[in-house]
Nanobody
Framework: QVQLAESGGGLVQSGDSLRLSCVAS????????VSWFRQVPGKEREFVGG????????DYADSVKGRFTISRDDAKNTVLIQMDSLKPEDTAVYYC???????????????????WGQGTQVTVSS
């Protein structure tokens, strides 16, 4: 069983940066594919970006490409998402999600991720 815990959310202004962390416990972290999703009230949880084994694959939603960067540190069981040039439309609860996979690539499908963190709020003011 894998447990995930996000941290780093907060209130920032438009154009600022923020870095979220996702720390995993349990499981074999090096074989986890880890992705970030976000959700605003009344909308479906959407894929933001993800990273596969050994950082061999990274994928980003078009809305964040070029502004967000995901990295992993297997020695610390941690995945980071660096969010730059934040916009008010980035305001959401951000969740990290993980799946054990025999393949390194990232999937955007929520249903493929059995493990989820509790979420952290990111608010970007204009």
């Amino acid at each position: 069983q894998v447990q995930l815990a996000e941290s780093g959310g907060g209130l920032v202004q438009s154009g600022d940066s923020l870095r979220l962390s996702c720390v995993a416990s349990g499981g074999m972290f090096e074989y986890l594919v880890v992705s970030w999703f976000r959700q605003v009230p009344g909308k479906e949880r959407e894929f933001v970006g993800g990273i596969g084994w050994n950082s061999a694959d990274r994928d980003y939603a078009d809305s964040v490409k070029g502004r967000f960067t995901i990295s992993r540190d297997d020695a610390k069981n941690t995945v980071l998402i660096q969010m730059d040039s934040l916009k008010p439309e980035d305001t959401a609860v951000y969740y990290c999600a993980a799946r054990e996979s025999d393949y390194y690539s990232v999937s955007r499908a929520r249903s493929l991720y059995p493990y989820w963190g509790q979420g952290t709020q990111v608010t970007v003011s204009s």
